[in-house]
């Protein structure tokens, strides 16, 4: 992921904020003052927002904080007026990107001020990008008791995704684990390794999905050559909607939808009931691989 973030430092706790465009993945979470440098560094954000402080008061905790994000997660910091940041503009932002009333089907209350973070980073992108961001669908709100969290150091001395010597991805947790064949795949993967989960029934499904297909080998090998076939249709359809598109992007799109009924097919055929979720998850959308061939 080509991650922006945006960082809200409340009264009570922090909030970061943070999408890839490519993708339209947008999330938000709250935490404390002291998880922030560790949270963006997991991460691995490309760009950190921070609302400009002027005041004497919090220049000093501003600059620190700036200069932290700099050396140890090698983003760059863009400081943008204190009106980014307002939480009421922020939401109203956001309700009118959304065409929604609300943001609690989103999870986030209508009195979350660090909904700040979230409308920053819209603000920002319509600023700088000057196309649509109507691929940006969501927001997925985080929540950190479903997570195991894992710090910059733990994740440095178990080299889960830079190896401690050359600082290199060969060797890594990541690299030795990750077998995914398509672009989307590999992201989630990255995501799963640095956010273990902890809800117990959670963790249950997943093993049941991963059980079956190791005790299924054609099952899985069948999965894995209608895989080959998919394209990352999170970035194409990005770029379709950012007007970005080629027409490679149309015929890729085009043979993607037309591997999903095998797909869909082979799924339906598990026990388990994630591949069996996964499986009803699925639309080919025949009319439209029609027109696009």
């Known amino acids: 992921d080509n991650f922006l973030a945006a960082v809200y430092l409340g009264r009570k706790e922090a909030v970061i904020s943070w999408v890839d465009i490519s993708t339209g993945h947008f999330f938000i979470q709250s935490m404390r003052d002291s998880q922030v440098v560790d949270e963006l560094i997991r991460l691995g954000v490309r760009e950190?927002?921070?609302?400009?402080?002027?005041?004497?008061?919090?220049?000093?905790?501003?600059?620190?904080?700036?200069?932290?994000?700099?050396?140890?997660?090698?983003?760059?910091?863009?400081?943008?007026?204190?009106?980014?940041?307002?939480?009421?503009?922020?939401?109203?932002?956001?309700?009118?990107?959304?065409?929604?009333?609300?943001?609690?089907?989103?999870?986030?209350?209508?009195?979350?001020?660090?909904?700040?973070?979230?409308?920053?980073?819209?603000?920002?992108?319509?600023?700088?990008?000057?196309?649509?961001?109507?691929?940006?669908?969501?927001?997925?709100?985080?929540?950190?008791?479903?997570?195991?969290?894992?710090?910059?150091?733990?994740?440095?001395?178990?080299?889960?995704?830079?190896?401690?010597?050359?600082?290199?991805?060969?060797?890594?947790?990541?690299?030795?684990?990750?077998?995914?064949?398509?672009?989307?795949g590999s992201r989630l993967m990255r995501y799963w390794i640095c956010m273990p989960l902890c809800d117990v029934a959670a963790i249950i499904r997943r093993q049941e999905a991963i059980g079956e297909l190791v005790e299924e080998d054609q099952i899985c090998a069948d999965l894995r050559g209608q895989l080959k076939g998919i394209f990352d249709l999170e970035r194409i359809v990005a770029r379709i909607t950012t007007g970005r598109a080629a027409p490679r992007d149309m015929v890729a799109l085009a043979a993607t939808l037309r591997t999903i009924p095998a797909l869909q097919q082979r799924l339906a055929g598990c026990r388990s009931e994630l591949l069996g979720t996964l499986a009803g998850g699925c639309d080919s959308m025949d009319e439209l691989a029609d027109l696009l061939e």
């Open 48 to 184: 950190v927002l921070l609302a400009e402080r002027r005041a004497e008061l919090f220049a000093g905790e501003q600059k620190k904080l700036a200069e932290q994000i700099r050396q140890l997660s090698g983003a760059i910091v863009s400081e943008r007026p204190g009106w980014y940041f307002d939480p009421y503009g922020a939401r109203q932002k956001l309700l009118k990107h959304f065409g929604v009333s609300t943001l609690e089907g989103f999870g986030i209350a209508d009195d979350f001020e660090g909904i700040a973070a979230a409308g920053a980073i819209l603000e920002y992108l319509d600023e700088t990008q000057k196309i649509s961001l109507r691929h940006i669908q969501s927001i997925k709100k985080i929540s950190r008791t479903a997570y195991l969290q894992i710090d910059q150091t733990t994740l440095r001395s178990l080299e889960v995704l830079r190896t401690m010597r050359s600082e290199a991805t060969k060797g890594t947790l990541l690299d030795c684990i990750d077998k995914t064949l398509t672009g989307m």
